[in-house]
């Protein structure tokens, strides 16, 4: 602890050196990057502050300025700011060099010890819920916290905030790790505010009780109503190339990750074509096994036509390119780029003429998981008949 704080007192003197100089700190354009290159030298506490200013401006010069200091750079202290920095760019959608050290490192899911707001958000579990976490940090008392369940049709299931060490919230992540074999991956923090309040909003408008105390606990973080927000994956991927080679027939190894093996389409969503397969089954009319496997896979293509529509498309596109961010950041590129590709199609509000393996493998396990359920339930009924 008193090293982090040392550092972090070395970066704000160096600031304060910076503006004693001349430097304006407000201004984040390239002509600032210039300024700031031209006093990185004149010792450790303004080199540091040097970097860390460097990662507030969202510009490419920025970036070509830390990858110029990071291969001159011989302390470990002002390395691992570079990488903080680069990574902070990185974030607000700005190329990073390949050659750089810090581009080849993931982001850590494991907090980290970043001077501004930041954010953790949980994978999405199959019934469309996700872990938030937001922290700012306190002089001298650690970090206020949000915690919160959100679920994408049920909105704020749960929340509560308080001050805790860094420590202690990364030991929690590490717990949940070990327990669930969940990351909490960084996200901007500006994304995990929006989630939380718009979950928020849709729990106070179904009359959901328990999170009065909301905007109490978020002006501690933000007392500002949020914008709103593009979804940061696209920062991390590119969306014009997703769809690219064999990715509808590959799509279907996602649901063979960790994450997504428990995933069920919500039940009301598979309802109707459960009654449609029963009729099937049932149905008088004498079918061949061809003939009767065909009207299976039309009943299994319009549940797939109607849950990538409607109400229900948005939400599978969104959990979907939380899943496509979570991948990325957890090392997984080419389940990331599925994942991405998948939201796409689903955002067209039509899984096209071709079949999407994903979609198609997912309703297919929904529809037998709901089954397996109804003859679970049949055989548990008491029988009425009574045998002599």
Do not use: C
């Amino acid at each position: 602890m008193a090293k982090k704080k040392s550092h972090e007192e070395e970066i704000r003197r160096g600031l304060e050196e910076l503006q004693r100089l001349g430097l304006s700190l407000e201004e984040t354009s390239a002509e600032t990057v210039a300024r700031l290159q031209e006093f990185f030298g004149k010792g450790t506490e303004v080199d540091l502050a040097v970097v860390f200013a460097l990662g507030k401006i969202a510009d490419p010069a920025a970036v070509e300025a830390l990858a110029a200091i990071e291969k001159i750079a011989t302390v470990k202290n002002l390395k691992k700011e570079i990488r903080r920095s680069l990574f902070k760019l990185s974030q607000r959608g700005l190329k990073i060099p390949r050659g750089s050290e810090s581009a080849a490192a993931p982001a850590t899911p494991v907090l980290t010890s970043a001077p501004g707001i930041e954010a953790y958000m949980s994978s999405v579990d199959g019934a469309g819920g996700r872990l938030i976490w937001i922290a700012k940090p306190q002089i001298n008392r650690g970090l206020q916290t949000i915690q919160a369940m959100v679920n994408d049709r049920e909105g704020l299931q749960r929340v509560g905030g308080a001050q805790v060490p860094r420590k202690e919230l990364r030991r929690m992540a590490e717990e949940i790790k070990r327990q669930h074999n969940i990351t909490m991956i960084s996200v901007p923090w500006e994304y995990a505010d929006a989630v939380i309040y718009d979950a928020y909003e849709k729990a106070k408008a179904s009359g959901r009780g328990g999170v009065d105390h909301f905007h109490e606990l978020r002006a501690l973080i933000n007392p500002n109503k949020p914008a709103r927000q593009e979804h940061p994956v696209y920062r991390k991927l590119d969306a014009g190339s997703a769809r690219e080679g064999a990715w509808r027939e590959l799509s279907r190894r996602l649901l063979d990750e960790p994450e997504l093996q428990f995933w069920i389409l919500d039940p009301d969503w598979i309802e109707p074509f459960l009654a449609q397969l029963q009729e099937a089954q049932t149905s008088r009319l004498v079918l061949n096994p061809m003939q009767k496997e065909e009207r299976l896979a039309g009943i299994v293509r319009d549940a797939v036509k109607i849950i990538s529509s409607g109400e229900t498309g948005p939400i599978v596109q969104r959990r979907l390119e939380d899943m496509a961010l979570y991948f990325n950041e957890t090392g997984r590129a080419d389940q990331a780029r599925l994942a991405l590709a998948v939201a796409l199609q689903v955002g067209e509000g039509d899984p096209g003429p071709l079949d999407v393996s994903f979609l198609t493998g997912l309703v297919q396990k929904s529809i037998a998981f709901y089954l397996s359920q109804e003859r679970t339930r049949a055989e548990e009924e008491p029988s009425l008949i009574v045998k002599p």
